[in-house]
């Protein structure tokens, strides 16, 4: 059987190289999605300036306590450590030195800012760093910088470098020049002193670099270690994981890539299937005479089908083999992108082994030969007597598997959209829609031909009329043949539908963004700095200038307001005995003077200006939701794990969707990573024209290196620009789906419109010209394009509506006009070209010839 399936497979060299293209980019892809997915599970970060410490010990970013439900995601802001730990470290036997390390921001100002972090000179021996010049740093303002950085600085030991840390310009003397042959960050290090004073945590340390005696084992050290920090909150890292005690920025890039990876790996692997069980099928339809005859000659359905299997095996073995290679690479790519735009951190050290390639060898196996045995099960119930029909006339498509497969689908897509519209708020209800919108693809290509029949029906007269017999000739071609042509709508549906609905669902949320940043936006002048750093200070002396009516800081985080119970052991509790419910939201810091003139949603309840201490304003929604009113007290985990029993002081109502809550600036930058301060508005008093703020703020902060002030249309601009890795990762998701797509058309249509060269031949012999034959299959692709784009269009529909009653309330889709019509227009130029084509070089061979050729 094998042998037949081999023999027969060279025979059909089109069909071989269709099922080929098709199993082989869907391996592909399935394999780069699976090693995107790998990395986020991984988070393998190489360790670099701790890479002589063989043990690290650092903060968990885990939620702490008992959580209720299922696991919580962790925490958004780095976790910092008690510095008395480092001794209780130190004393386990086996350890020579438990050495502190803190992480300064700090941007050096000589030329080109350069961003570099500052540490104590003691952590050099984890790296280890080694002087090449000059002296190692002993008192209050002197720096070693790193040979790379010097070279970029221009500096040597007595020069001076002027430096800003967290937006307060200082200067410091250039003690020495080290070298590390591991770290690869700008590197500039202070006396232990003088680096926790720049710190600016008292108690605090971001992490401990062991270092061990000689001849102690490594793994039974670090079990040791778990005894000894177990209940400080704290975890033991060694090997490739210590890395993520020197990048915290890995944990939030693995939170940002899971649930992309996920959504690419998902929604990939079901096109992929699809495309394939579609391609295959397709390819199993056109040989229904050859089946019908084979039956005749005496083999039996069983034989049949394994010859179908075998053939089918065969080329998916070839493709998963030959996707082994450029899977990987084109999983790299996606990593490349992703790390280029930020939504990853270049650190993540990109992983893809076994589980991929088998996942994507599998997946191809398994469509294919899932794919195959359907199509052959029906092709071979085809009674030798039909072995005279034509087979293009198939009009049975129901089937009792086909129907219940296309009512899971669209009930699912159905629920999805119910969901979407009248459970999710804001730009999280993405995370439904975009599912729904190929379940809908999938459904409707189920009923395809019933809904082609229904459309071509709709288009015969008009068209018929309007192109004259060739046209009427075309459109009974589609009313007879609605199976052939439900094959050739399928992946136009498929490619119009998903480009339109990945397309519209970011242009949408975009333009949310953008209209929740210009109502909120009171203020009249946003300022920030080139370093990324403005020091606190500005915000009570930008207060104090004649022209500003208030100003206030802003700086983002996220927290969880915690509900729970057991035993509360007050605002330190640890919440290792509560049973936890936590809540996440977006916090906003502000500072209580400014805040009523700057923020652009007004108290409906309280007041902003009782912003002090430990005070918070909530959403109306948040407060109904759990009880509470103005005056009650709420438990709040900051991003950096610290817990904080909060008064309410006021309530506001966001738009739907985006509720925040608001904090006093100066309680939430200590419990951010970075304590950076990134902007500051300001609100002019009346009669103060734009201009005259601008200039005012700029005099007033022109002491701040790279100090930027922007009025309000282009701070609202500047914010439309700023959300890059969002948007990237969803056209990097649209253009990987729809490019597939895109080549599962091609693929069809051109093996479609082949395999009709002996129906070209007949009508060329009746009298036929070549030119009424091109004519005729136009029309036919104009036929094809037209139904494809509208099932595609309702495919997106059906998932944009829903998100759109979500986000706003409305049922449009948000975004430029010209995409969708772009859309439109490549899905036209595309059929046209892979129909016409193929046709014409059909129409090269002599009628005679082409006629009676297989």
């Not at 948040?622 to 005056?631: A, Q, W």
Request: charged share 15%; with cysteine; hydrophobic share 50%.
């Amino acid at each position: 059987m094998l042998r037949l399936a081999l023999k027969t497979l060279w025979y059909r060299k089109g069909g071989f190289l269709a099922s080929l293209i098709a199993l082989f980019v869907g391996a592909v892809v399935v394999q780069g999605c699976g090693g995107l997915l790998e990395t986020g599970i991984r988070a393998d970060v190489k360790a670099e300036r701790l890479a002589a410490a063989p043990v690290v010990v650092t903060a968990s970013q885990d939620y702490p306590g008992h959580v209720v439900g299922s696991a919580t995601d962790p925490m958004t802001e780095r976790v910092l450590l008690d510095e008395n730990l480092a001794d209780a470290v130190a004393r386990v036997p086996g350890v020579t030195r438990a050495v502190p390390d803190v992480s300064v921001p700090i941007t050096a100002l000589a030329g080109r800012p350069i961003s570099a972090f500052g540490h104590g000179w003691a952590s050099a021996s984890l790296s280890p760093y080694e002087l090449v010049a000059g002296a190692k740093p002993t008192g209050f303002g002197e720096v070693v910088v790193d040979s790379t950085t010097a070279r970029r600085l221009e500096v040597r030991p007595g020069s001076r470098l002027k430096a800003s840390v967290r937006g307060v310009p200082q200067m410091f003397r250039v003690s020495g020049i080290a070298e590390s042959h591991t770290a690869t960050q700008p590197a500039l290090l202070f006396s232990d002193r003088e680096a926790t004073r720049l710190y600016d945590r008292p108690g605090k340390i971001d992490d401990i670099g062991v270092l061990l005696a000689p001849g102690t084992d490594t793994a039974k050290l670090a079990t040791a270690l778990d005894d000894v920090v177990a209940g400080h909150g704290a975890q033991v890292l060694r090997g490739d994981d210590r890395g993520v005690a020197e990048f915290p920025d890995v944990i939030s890039g693995k939170r940002n890539l899971i649930p992309v990876a996920g959504a690419f790996g998902g929604l990939s692997t079901m096109v992929a299937i699809f495309v394939v069980g579609s391609t295959v099928g397709m390819l199993m339809q056109q040989r229904r005479r050859e089946m019908a005859l084979l039956r005749t000659t005496g083999v039996t359905p069983g034989q049949l089908r394994r010859m179908v299997m075998a053939e089918t095996f065969v080329i998916a073995l070839l493709a998963a083999g030959l996707s082994l290679v450029p899977g990987p690479v084109f999983g790299h790519f996606m990593y490349d992108v992703l790390v280029e735009q930020g939504l990853i951190p270049g650190e993540m050290v990109f992983s893809q082994g076994f589980v991929p390639k088998l996942a994507g060898f599998g997946a191809t196996l398994f469509a294919a030969l899932a794919a195959a045995f359907i199509a052959s099960r029906r092709v071979s119930k085809v009674r030798p007597t039909e072995a005279m029909a034509d087979a293009t006339l198939q009009t049975r498509w129901i089937s009792p598997i086909r129907m219940i497969l296309a009512f899971l689908f669209l009930g699912g897509a159905t629920a999805l959209a119910i969901v979407t519209a009248s459970v999710m708020t804001g730009p999280i209800a993405a995370s439904t829609a975009g599912p729904a919108a190929m379940l809908w693809a999938v459904g409707v290509a189920l009923v395809s031909p019933g809904l082609c029949r229904w459309l071509a029906a709709l288009l015969r007269w008009p068209i018929g009329w309007f192109t004259g017999l060739a046209g009427r000739l075309a459109m009974q071609n589609a009313s007879v043949r609605k199976v052939r042509l439900a094959s050739a709508v399928i992946p136009i549906m498929l490619a119009t539908g998903l480009a339109t609905a990945l397309i519209y669902l970011q242009t949408s949320q975009d333009d949310a963004n953008s209209r929740m940043f210009a109502d909120g936006l009171k203020a009249d002048s946003l300022v920030s700095s080139q370093s990324g750093a403005l020091p606190p200070a500005l915000v009570e002396t930008l207060s104090q200038l004649p022209q500003v009516a208030g100003a206030s800081a802003s700086v983002s985080s996220e927290a969880r307001l915690e509900t729970g119970t057991g035993p509360d052991k007050g605002d330190g509790a640890t919440a290792a005995d509560r049973q936890i419910e936590p809540s996440r939201i977006d916090l906003q810091g502000v500072t209580a003077s400014g805040a009523r003139q700057t923020i652009g949603y007004p108290a409906v309840r309280g007041d902003y200006g009782r912003l002090t201490g430990d005070s918070i304003v909530l959403p109306r929604g948040v407060l109904k939701d759990r009880g509470k009113d103005i005056g009650d007290r709420v438990r709040l985990r900051w991003g950096n794990g610290e817990v904080t029993t909060m008064t309410v002081v006021g309530s506001f109502t966001p738009p739907r969707g985006f509720a925040y809550a608001m904090v006093p600036a100066a309680e939430l930058l200590p419990r951010t990573t970075t304590g950076v301060l990134p902007q500051i508005l300001v609100k002019a008093k009346p009669g103060v024209s734009p201009s005259g703020l601008k200039a005012a703020v700029r005099k007033a902060a022109s002491g701040v290196p790279g100090v930027v002030v922007e009025d309000r249309t282009e701070a609202t601009a500047a914010h439309a620009r700023s959300d890059e890795s969002g948007r990237v990762a969803s056209f990097l998701l649209a253009a990987v789906v729809v490019g597939y797509a895109v080549i599962a058309l091609i693929n069809s249509l051109i093996v479609a419109t082949a395999e009709r060269r002996g129906e070209f031949a007949l009508q060329r012999l009746i009298g036929s010209t070549r030119g009424q034959v091109m004519w005729m299959m136009s029309v036919e692709a104009l036929v094809t394009a037209l139904v494809g784009i509208v099932l595609g269009t309702a495919v997106a529909a059906g998932s944009l509506v829903p998100f759109g009653l979500a986000l706003d309330g409305s049922v449009l889709p948000s975004g430029p006009a010209w995409v969708y019509l772009a859309i439109v227009a490549s899905a036209v130029v595309l059929t046209f070209a892979t129909i016409l084509l193929p046709t014409s070089v059909a129409l090269r061979a002599k009628p005679a010839e082409a006629a009676v050729a297989p």
